[in-house]
């Protein structure tokens, strides 16, 4: 009972409520793997019938899937567990590994017959996923080429400014199809807009002035809250006093990306942040100012008041033969006043500045060039877990007697029969089961991509089915022996990956570059 209770404290802090049958059933499943509990009892989840109330979607499963033992389709999700839509993402929080040992273990998925050419299936539909987007990696590079802010080598063609933002345009235009593919949001103009407006920040005012950019655009991945101790009010008070940092809660995101060109210039930056602050967007920004706060430019013309009136009233004096040093007091006091609120800001402003660079130095990624490939491998990973989810949920709705049939033998009018919105809930609440994290599952995709390879089809009431697995495997290219290697974001090197014979830029060139840009930055 320890080892149930355990796991009762664990889906808990998920925010999950499971149903004792369902959590003897997961018990069985960690039983499986070798994990053993105190119960042996392993109940047959398949035969039983579940509430309409444990799970949404349940009650539209047509009857030949109501046996289906999926862990999320016998859990109850809280309501806490839904959070508004802009903070719902469509990023599979796993490996490709990850899913396919998941799929692979769950209970009741996968006949052994299946799990034996289950890894082979995966990694044909891999190698199909790499051909459909092979040269679409090296157009975007060569769009890039030309506005590439890092290339070194000497040009073998000029192009004029027309021609630059030309290519400039295709290359985001691809770049927006990739990002939708690898399941990053690109924040509304709108938004971009406020978050650039005049604010304060730790006592200083931040602003960017968007007129100063040609293109500004963001992506983004990961909405998570990030809670810390709440501050004594002590504290909270000595820092309404001296401005100082103290940590608070706040939200960041878990991976941004941004496409920046200043005015004035030709060149595109392309950068990938990761755990950036929501309301810190325009410190990944090459451009931007910060300024004093309304308080403190009021309290420095009250202190200058004072000390200027001090000097006044003590020429005053000196001129009316009145022996008093109270005015020079006064001025000195309100010289001192002023001087601590001024130190005070510039503090405050160095202290903003430093957070810039700390931001630029330890959560930038990768940049330009390098995060077009980066970008392709998220997305070649996003639509191989979306195709895989996909044909894995509509080929496991089958009625038992499917089950029992060897996989050449099972008809295609056995596997699926449930429409894409029952499909996007049932594998949603399982990532979520799995991963504890609440996921807008997205099967546009992998409709779209089986159904060129001929694996899936849709009927007059577009209910989806596919095929067999051994047949399905028939309709896929050559496999490789392993999964497609991609690049990573902690090994990836930017290297120099054109011959070249001269490293240096022009000197002239240099010094235009160096003298357009000393009008940007933060100050």
């Excluded at 309301?279 to 309304?294: E, K, N, Y």
Aim: glycine share 4%.
């Amino acid at each position: 009972m320890a080892a149930v209770s355990g796991v009762c404290r664990r889906t808990g802090r998920l925010g999950l409520n499971v149903s004792p049958a369902i959590l003897k059933c997961h018990l069985n499943f960690q039983a499986s793997r070798g994990i053993v509990f105190a119960s042996s009892i392993v109940p047959k989840c398949y035969n039983r019938q579940f509430p309409e109330s444990h799970y949404s979607g349940i009650s539209q499963l047509p009857n030949s899937c109501k046996w289906l033992s999926t862990n999320a389709a016998n859990l109850e999700v809280s309501s806490s567990a839904n959070p508004s839509p802009e903070l719902r993402d469509r990023y599979i929080p796993m490996t490709r590994k990850t899913l396919m040992q998941h799929l692979i273990q769950e209970p009741m998925f996968l006949t052994d017959e299946e799990k034996k050419v289950f890894e082979t299936f995966t990694l044909a539909l891999d190698a199909a996923i790499v051909n459909q987007h092979r040269g679409l990696l090296t157009e975007l590079k060569t769009l890039f080429d030309s506005v590439n802010p890092d290339k070194d080598t000497i040009e073998s063609r000029s192009y004029n400014r027309r021609e630059l933002l030309d290519k400039e345009f295709w290359l985001l235009q691809k770049l927006s199809v990739i990002m939708e593919k690898a399941n990053f949001h690109e924040l509304p103009k709108s938004l971009v807009e406020e978050v650039l407006k005049e604010h304060n920040v730790d006592g200083v005012l931040i602003s960017v002035n968007p007129e100063k950019y040609d293109v500004i655009r963001y992506w983004v991945v990961g909405k998570t809250p990030v809670h810390t101790l709440r501050q004594p009010w002590y504290r909270s008070l000595l820092k309404s006093l001296t401005g100082s940092s103290f940590a608070g809660s706040a939200h960041f995101f878990k991976r941004v990306v941004v496409a920046v060109r200043l005015k004035r210039d030709d060149r595109l930056f392309l950068k990938a942040f990761r755990e950036v602050p929501v309301d810190r967007l325009d410190q990944i920004l090459p451009a931007g100012s910060v300024g004093i706060t309304s308080v403190d430019r009021y309290l420095l013309l009250l202190t200058g008041g004072f000390g200027a009136g001090g000097i006044l009233a003590q020429i005053l004096a000196s001129y009316l033969g009145m022996a008093t040093n109270f005015p020079l007091a006064v001025t000195g006091i309100s010289a001192a006043a002023a001087a601590y609120q001024w130190t005070s800001f510039k503090n405050r402003q160095q202290l903003h500045l430093v957070e810039i660079s700390k931001t630029l130095y330890f959560k930038n990624i990768i940049n330009n060039r390098g995060l077009l490939t980066l970008l392709m491998d998220k997305a070649q990973d996003e639509i191989f877990k979306e195709v895989l989810l996909t044909y894995a949920f509509l080929l496991t709705c089958r009625p038992p007697s499917a089950r029992a049939k060897e996989s050449k033998d099972q008809a295609t009018t056995e596997l699926g029969s449930m429409p894409d919105s029952l499909l996007q809930q049932k594998v949603s609440d399982w990532i979520h089961f799995k991963t504890g994290t609440v996921v807008n599952f997205d099967p546009s995709e992998g409709i779209k991509l089986l159904s060129e390879l001929g694996i899936l089809t849709k009927d007059k009431d577009d209910n989806l089915f596919v095929l067999p697995l051994k047949p399905a495997l028939n309709n896929l290219p050559h496999v490789h022996p392993t999964l497609s290697l991609r690049i990573e974001e902690y090994d990836l090197v930017e290297g120099f990956e054109l011959e070249r014979s001269i490293l240096e830029e022009p000197e002239t060139e240099y010094t235009l570059r160096e003298k357009l840009r000393k009008y940007f930055g933060w100050f």
